[in-house]
């Protein structure tokens, strides 16, 4: 299970802060990733140069709140 400051709706993501760190080696390790964002934004929003984790690594997406 990662958390994510931003996320697509295909599951594109970006974190922040400290976030960055080990999330997207743990999400490249497992075999079933859940992600849970902060924010989901439309695809496309995020600039291809802020995404961290590429969307075919996450299996799923769920929303914070």
Known sequence: M?????????????????????????????DTTIVTADNIVPVGVISPDHVVTPAPLVDYLVVNG
């Open 2 to 30: 990662i958390n994510a400051f931003l996320a697509d709706y295909l599951g594109n993501l970006s974190y922040a802060l400290t976030s960055r760190n080990f999330n997207p080696v743990m999400a490249m390790a497992a």
